[in-house]
């Protein structure tokens, strides 16, 4: 429906709205496009038709991610140049035995892969420790990362640095609702706004002494684990599923985490 109404918006009025987001000038993203003001003004006010390839330039240069660029071809007329294949298609094999590969390598430490809406695509075996006490009703498919993170029937109970651990989530959900300007994030981000959190949710990550990255500090069995993390992406993606998938790492932030994941892992 969302995706059917803005193909109906002109195709000018969609590059101005993607152009005001990045804070723009008509100047600066001529300038970028190597094209004059004067066209791109004609572009954005419908007085003239844009090729599909001056489209893709635009896009380009204003870092439209693949899906959007196709509902922008939408409007123009033209036809999408950019397949949303299914995961589970025979075409995706090589890219599901990549997404395997890297979870599973990564054991005894916990990863998983996410989409563009933060729903649970697979895991490693060691994201089960993530996932004990959480509510049976949060890990029924689809399973959304996010909400599992900070829902109070989730894991945020056992997050001893839940404020800062949220701020640091939610600001990565609203960084993206601002690249994306998707309006299923941005209910999502609303969502969780709105669970309840006992501790100060930092407006501005301000390192401590000795601090490099912000820690994830989780309860387990009477003792503190802190797990930093890495989020890896696709990066020549062709395809709007293999553009949106995400694989987020964690790593030990210290020694002593990584001996218990060891030892859990029997290694």
């Not at 599909?52 to 140049?81: C, F």
């Not at 509510?135 to 894991?155: F, K, M, Q, W, Y």
């Not at 797990?227 to 949106?244: I, Q």
Request: proline fraction near 8%; charge should be neutral.
């Amino acid at each position: 429906m969302i995706a059917a109404q803005r193909s109906h918006r002109p195709v000018g009025e969609l590059l101005r709205h993607w152009r005001q987001r990045r804070r723009l000038s008509q100047l600066a993203l001529a300038l970028e496009a190597e094209i004059s003001t004067r066209h791109l003004s004609f572009i954005e006010t419908g007085r003239s038709r844009p090729s599909r390839e001056m489209i893709l330039r635009l896009a380009e240069q204003l870092d439209v991610p693949l899906r959007e660029r196709n509902q922008l071809l939408l409007a123009a007329g033209y036809a999408p140049v950019y397949a949303e294949t299914a995961l589970d298609s025979p075409s995706m094999a090589a890219v599901r035995v990549a997404v395997r590969q890297v979870l599973a390598g990564h054991e005894p430490y916990p990863a998983l892969a996410v989409d563009r809406g933060w729903n649970l695509i697979d895991a490693n075996a060691a994201v089960g420790l993530f996932t004990e006490g959480v509510a049976r009703e949060l890990l029924t498919p689809p399973i959304n990362a996010l909400r599992v993170s900070l829902h109070p029937e989730g894991l945020a109970p056992r997050i001893l640095n839940l404020g800062e651990w949220r701020a640091h989530l939610l600001g990565r959900l609203r960084r993206q609702v601002a690249l994306t300007a998707d309006p299923e994030l941005a209910a999502l981000y609303a969502e969780l706004r709105a669970y309840p959190c006992s501790q100060p949710e930092p407006e501005v990550e301000l390192p401590g002494p000795g601090d490099v990255v912000v820690p994830l500090r989780l309860r387990e069995d009477g003792r503190e684990l802190a797990f930093f993390s890495t989020v890896a992406t696709f990066g020549t993606p062709l395809d709007v599923t293999v553009a949106e998938l995400a694989i987020e790492s964690f790593f030990p932030a210290n020694p002593e985490t990584a001996a218990v994941l060891r030892a859990q892992a029997g290694s």
